[in-house]
T-cell receptor
Framework: DSGVTQTPKHLITATGQRVTLRCSPR?????VYWYQQSLDQGLQFLIH???????AKGNILERFSAQQFPDLHSELNLSSLELGDSALYFC??????????FGQGTRLTVV | GENVEQHPSTLSVQEGDSAVIKCTYS??????FPWYKQELGKGPQLIID?????GEKKDQRIAVTLNKTAKHFSLHITETQPEDSAVYFC??????????FGSGTRLQVQP
């Protein structure tokens, strides 16, 4: 157990809908990263937050947004969902901006 | 940005044999190189990492080597066991940039 908690584990929704994925980082970790993993693909970096502030963006679509709250948990919002958004979404937290500890992921299925 | 290439994409070995996975990176500023193991339905788990001021690091049956001049690093697993079967990812990063991952290696250890 990495100490990073993601909810929900599974999510099935229809095209055009909006969903929110939640991540609780390890105790004390200020950094939260979001990654997308499509079927049989590697991990694509989406966005990084540090202590509530957005620090870097990767290949994140405009339909996606994220935030980190004062208690350091983070949410990834995905809107106007398309079939191609079906993937595993992982968050990772880090105490140092090098080591990253991943949660178990949220499997999103868009139908 | 950083580009990480990983080979091979699949690797099948007999139990007790060694397995080697290789990665190359493009950004000479990268100074942190972790390896992750991902089992089916789970999040990536950090198994070993190496920093650019070290050439080799070992932890029981796994070791990582780094050649900064050639910009490549490798994961070595000795005395493989069936429970080593998983997808392995290499990654490269700095303290200022999120990790960039390789495309993964599916390791199958045949009993």
């Amino acid at each position: 157990d990495s100490g990073v908690t993601q909810t929900p584990k599974h999510l099935i929704t229809a095209t055009g809908q909006r969903v929110t994925l939640r991540c609780s980082p390890r105790s004390g970790d200020l950094s939260v990263y979001w990654y997308q993993q499509s079927l049989d693909q590697g991990l694509q970096f989406l966005i990084h937050y540090y202590n509530g502030e957005e620090r870097a963006k990767g290949n994140i679509l405009e339909r996606f947004s994220a935030q980190q709250f004062p208690d350091l948990h983070s949410e990834l919002n995905l809107s106007s969902l398309e079939l191609g958004d079906s993937a595993l979404y992982f968050c990772a937290s880090s105490p140092t901006d090098t080591e990253a500890f991943f949660g178990q992921g949220t499997r999103l299925t868009v139908v | 940005g950083e580009n990480v290439e990983q080979h091979p994409s699949t690797l099948s070995v007999q139990e007790g044999d060694s397995a080697v996975i290789k990665c190359t990176y493009s950004d000479s500023a990268s100074n942190y190189f972790p390896w992750y193991k991902q089992e089916l339905g789970k999040g990536p788990q950090l198994i070993i990492d190496i920093r650019s001021n070290v050439g080799e690091k070992k932890d029981q049956r796994i070791a990582v080597t780094l050649n900064k001049t050639a910009k490549h690093f490798s994961l070595h697993i000795t005395e493989t066991q069936p429970e080593d079967s998983a997808v392995y990812f290499c990654a490269a990063g700095t303290g200022r940039r999120a990790l960039t991952f390789g495309s993964g290696t599916r390791l199958q250890v045949q009993p």
